[in-house]
Nanobody
Framework: QVQLVESGGGLVQSGGSLRLSCAAS????????IGWFRQAPGKEREGVSC???????TIYADSMRGRFTISRDNAKKVSLQMNMLKPEDTAVYYC?????????????????WGKGTRVTVSS
Protein backbone atom coordinates (compact mmCIF):
# COMPACT_ATOMS: atom_id res chain seq x y z
CA GLN A 1 0.00 0.00 0.00
CA VAL A 2 1.35 3.38 -1.02
CA GLN A 3 0.48 6.24 1.31
CA LEU A 4 0.97 9.74 -0.03
CA VAL A 5 0.90 13.02 1.87
CA GLU A 6 0.83 16.40 0.19
CA SER A 7 2.13 19.60 1.75
CA GLY A 8 3.05 23.12 0.78
CA GLY A 9 -0.33 24.58 -0.06
CA GLY A 10 -1.46 27.96 1.17
CA LEU A 11 -2.57 31.45 0.23
CA VAL A 12 -0.52 33.39 -2.30
CA GLN A 13 -1.06 36.50 -4.38
CA SER A 14 -1.44 36.37 -8.12
CA GLY A 15 1.99 36.12 -9.73
CA GLY A 16 3.48 34.40 -6.72
CA SER A 17 4.97 30.95 -6.27
CA LEU A 18 4.40 27.86 -4.18
CA ARG A 19 6.21 24.55 -3.96
CA LEU A 20 4.09 21.50 -3.26
CA SER A 21 5.56 18.25 -1.99
CA CYS A 22 4.29 14.70 -2.19
CA ALA A 23 5.87 12.40 0.36
CA ALA A 24 5.56 8.64 0.64
CA SER A 25 5.78 6.57 3.76
CA UNK A 26 7.24 3.11 3.77
CA UNK A 27 7.85 2.78 0.04
CA UNK A 28 10.06 4.24 -2.61
CA UNK A 29 8.36 6.30 -5.28
CA UNK A 30 11.02 5.50 -7.85
CA UNK A 31 9.02 2.60 -9.30
CA UNK A 32 5.87 4.70 -9.76
CA UNK A 33 4.77 7.40 -12.09
CA ILE A 34 3.72 10.32 -9.90
CA GLY A 35 1.15 12.81 -11.00
CA TRP A 36 -0.24 16.05 -9.66
CA PHE A 37 -3.93 16.76 -10.07
CA ARG A 38 -6.24 19.48 -8.92
CA GLN A 39 -9.91 20.04 -8.30
CA ALA A 40 -11.44 23.48 -8.14
CA PRO A 41 -14.84 24.09 -6.51
CA GLY A 42 -17.61 22.90 -8.77
CA LYS A 43 -15.22 21.42 -11.32
CA GLU A 44 -13.94 17.97 -12.15
CA ARG A 45 -10.54 16.80 -11.10
CA GLU A 46 -7.93 17.51 -13.78
CA GLY A 47 -4.38 16.45 -14.37
CA VAL A 48 -1.65 19.06 -13.90
CA SER A 49 1.62 17.22 -14.45
CA CYS A 50 3.17 13.79 -14.26
CA UNK A 51 6.66 12.29 -14.08
CA UNK A 52 7.21 8.82 -15.43
CA UNK A 53 8.71 5.94 -13.50
CA UNK A 54 11.20 4.63 -16.02
CA UNK A 55 13.13 7.66 -17.22
CA UNK A 56 11.58 10.64 -15.41
CA UNK A 57 9.92 12.01 -18.51
CA THR A 58 7.70 14.91 -17.50
CA ILE A 59 4.41 15.99 -19.03
CA TYR A 60 2.19 18.98 -18.35
CA ALA A 61 -1.30 20.10 -19.11
CA ASP A 62 -1.24 22.96 -21.61
CA SER A 63 -2.24 25.71 -19.19
CA MET A 64 0.55 24.78 -16.76
CA ARG A 65 3.40 24.28 -19.19
CA GLY A 66 6.10 26.87 -18.62
CA ARG A 67 4.77 27.82 -15.19
CA PHE A 68 4.87 24.51 -13.27
CA THR A 69 7.79 22.10 -12.87
CA ILE A 70 7.56 18.58 -11.50
CA SER A 71 10.63 16.85 -10.10
CA ARG A 72 11.78 13.96 -7.96
CA ASP A 73 13.61 15.31 -4.92
CA ASN A 74 14.58 11.88 -3.65
CA ALA A 75 13.23 8.33 -3.58
CA LYS A 76 10.33 9.32 -1.36
CA LYS A 77 9.41 12.82 -2.44
CA VAL A 78 8.13 14.46 -5.59
CA SER A 79 7.64 18.21 -5.81
CA LEU A 80 5.65 20.58 -7.96
CA GLN A 81 7.11 24.08 -8.28
CA MET A 82 4.36 26.48 -9.26
CA ASN A 83 5.32 29.93 -10.54
CA MET A 84 3.31 32.83 -11.98
CA LEU A 85 0.24 31.62 -10.16
CA LYS A 86 -3.17 32.87 -11.28
CA PRO A 87 -6.50 33.02 -9.44
CA GLU A 88 -7.75 30.23 -11.70
CA ASP A 89 -5.07 27.96 -10.21
CA THR A 90 -7.03 27.97 -6.96
CA ALA A 91 -7.90 24.35 -6.13
CA VAL A 92 -7.13 21.40 -3.93
CA TYR A 93 -4.01 19.75 -5.31
CA TYR A 94 -3.52 16.00 -5.05
CA CYS A 95 -0.62 13.73 -5.85
CA UNK A 96 -1.18 10.21 -7.02
CA UNK A 97 0.87 7.16 -7.99
CA UNK A 98 0.46 4.62 -10.75
CA UNK A 99 2.51 2.47 -13.07
CA UNK A 100 2.20 5.03 -15.82
CA UNK A 101 1.17 8.61 -16.44
CA UNK A 102 -2.34 9.36 -17.67
CA UNK A 103 -3.05 11.39 -20.74
CA UNK A 104 -3.29 14.89 -19.32
CA UNK A 105 -5.45 16.67 -18.44
CA UNK A 106 -7.16 13.37 -17.66
CA UNK A 107 -6.89 11.80 -14.25
CA UNK A 108 -7.71 8.17 -14.99
CA UNK A 109 -5.74 5.13 -13.97
CA UNK A 110 -4.02 6.41 -10.85
CA UNK A 111 -3.92 3.78 -8.14
CA UNK A 112 -2.99 5.63 -4.98
CA TRP A 113 -4.06 9.12 -3.93
CA GLY A 114 -3.15 11.56 -1.21
CA LYS A 115 -5.74 13.65 0.61
CA GLY A 116 -4.76 16.92 -0.99
CA THR A 117 -3.43 20.33 -0.08
CA ARG A 118 -5.33 23.54 -0.71
CA VAL A 119 -3.93 26.31 -2.87
CA THR A 120 -5.62 29.70 -2.94
CA VAL A 121 -4.43 32.43 -5.29
CA SER A 122 -5.79 35.90 -4.59
CA SER A 123 -6.16 38.54 -7.28
Amino acid sequence: QVQLVESGGGLVQSGGSLRLSCAASGVSLDMYAIGWFRQAPGKEREGVSCISSSDDVTIYADSMRGRFTISRDNAKKVSLQMNMLKPEDTAVYYCAAAWGCPGLPGADGMNYWGKGTRVTVSS
